[in-house]
């Protein structure tokens, strides 16, 4: 799960927080794109990349269960696409707009953590699930170490 806040080069005056080392900085972007359906309808769709597209084109979009958009595909001459995932929608994009950010990776030596033989799976299913808090206690210099795992309520350690 991304940690959001700042990020600083020293120890902060006062507060609590964590120690970290940062591995590498990345360029990313977030798309908001507005289209009006085949029927009529305008939707607000957020894709994962939308570069080569322009405003009036009409495209499929593949939307998953949430209406968010899986991929996008224009049609060619002898070829018509279609979704081999999701739903497809027919739109024509009516605005779009990109949101460039950069990106830091930081370790902070709380990325792993030992369990029984046995218990593995149950932990990194409710992992994927966005199921499973972490705790963490910091030392005074604002190393970490995770103390236990809380799932369903319950302290694991």
């Given at each position: 799960?991304?940690?959001?806040?700042?990020?600083?080069d020293?120890?902060?005056?006062q507060?609590?927080?964590i120690?970290?080392r940062?591995?590498?900085?990345?360029?990313?972007?977030?798309?908001?794109?507005?289209?009006?359906?085949?029927?009529?309808?305008?939707r607000?769709?957020q894709p994962?990349?939308?570069?080569?597209?322009?405003?009036?084109?009409?495209?499929?979009?593949?939307l998953?269960?949430?209406?968010?958009?899986?991929?996008q595909?224009?049609?060619?001459?002898?070829?018509?696409?279609?979704?081999?995932s999701?739903?497809?929608?027919?739109?024509?994009?009516d605005?779009?707009?990109?949101?460039?950010?950069?990106?830091?990776?930081?370790?902070?030596?709380i990325?792993?953590?030992?369990?029984?033989?046995g218990?593995g799976k149950a932990?990194?299913?409710?992992?994927?699930?966005r199921?499973?808090?972490?705790?963490?206690?910091?030392?005074?210099d604002?190393?970490g170490?995770?103390?236990?795992?809380?799932?369903?309520?319950?302290?694991?350690?």
């Open positions: 799960m991304p940690v959001r806040g700042r990020v600083r020293s120890m902060p005056p507060g609590r927080f120690q970290g940062a591995r590498y900085e990345s360029q990313t972007s977030r798309w908001a794109v507005r289209v009006k359906d085949d029927a009529g309808e305008m607000q769709l994962r990349w939308f570069g080569g597209f322009n405003i009036g084109e009409r495209l499929l979009f593949c998953d269960k949430r209406g968010n958009a899986l991929m595909m224009r049609e060619a001459p002898n070829y018509t696409p279609k979704c081999f999701g739903d497809p929608v027919w739109a024509t994009i605005e779009m707009k990109q949101t460039i950010f950069r990106q830091l990776n930081v370790e902070y030596g990325e792993s953590y030992f369990v029984e033989e218990k932990i990194e299913a409710a992992r994927n699930a199921k499973l808090k972490v705790e963490v206690s910091l030392r005074r604002g190393k170490i995770i103390t236990g795992l809380i799932l369903d309520g319950t302290v694991l350690r």
